[in-house]
């Protein structure tokens, strides 16, 4: 699994290859940013992660709020739109639970004739979510982890995904789990 199948992860329609806009999903703390890196690195692709970004504007001073959330997706969505006119694929890192956060990834890739990829992660096993939920330290100064029980609430939020979808275990070993994303992204 070390070597990437491809720099471009997308089949070559009409002669030319064609970009890909990866679109992580997933409750926090399944395992999206593990996944996601570990794809970026074998593609190669771009990560943009939007706590990462949301993390950033509380820093710089904003207070956090439903809008410091809205604005780091739009201008992750952003960045990838540059990375796409650039020739990167990009994987966006992010909750993606809703219908409104799709979309400004949506515009992002229509703006580049990107094609969009959706990798869902999913933890069959309760307990190992929790934990990695407890545990996980991303560095993160300002954003802050979201409790269990605020995990189990947005559980109720999740939209279903329509189109083509490959829905992840991340209880599962780790390459196991990457070699089913690139079986999907590479069809």
């Not at 199948?5 to 593990?34: C, E, N, Q």
């Not at 996601?36 to 504007?57: C, K, N, Q």
């Not at 956060?101 to 992660?121: F, T, Y």
Request: glycine letters at 6%; proline letters at 6%.
């Amino acid at each position: 699994m070390d070597q990437p199948p491809s720099v471009l992860i997308a089949p070559v329609v009409a002669d030319s290859p064609r970009l890909v806009l990866v679109l992580m999903s997933g409750l926090p703390g399944v395992g999206k940013s593990t996944i996601a890196s570990e794809l970026g690195r074998l593609l190669p692709a771009v990560v943009l992660s939007v706590d990462h970004i949301e993390d950033a504007m509380l820093r710089a001073g904003l207070a956090p709020s439903f809008e410091t959330g809205v604005a780091a997706y739009e201008v992750g969505a952003t960045v990838a739109g540059e990375q796409l006119a650039l020739g990167h694929s990009v994987i966006a890192d992010a909750a993606n639970y809703r219908e409104m956060g799709r979309d400004v990834w949506r515009r992002a890739a229509r703006s580049q004739e990107a094609l969009i990829r959706v990798v869902h992660v999913e933890c069959s096993d309760l307990g190992a979510h929790e934990q990695r939920l407890l545990q996980r330290s991303r560095g993160l100064s300002h954003y802050p982890e979201p409790t269990w029980a605020e995990v189990e609430q947005r559980r109720l939020q999740v939209e279903p995904w329509s189109g083509a979808v490959v829905v992840v275990d991340s209880a599962e070993p780790l390459d196991a789990t990457v070699a089913q994303c690139l079986t999907f992204l590479c069809a």
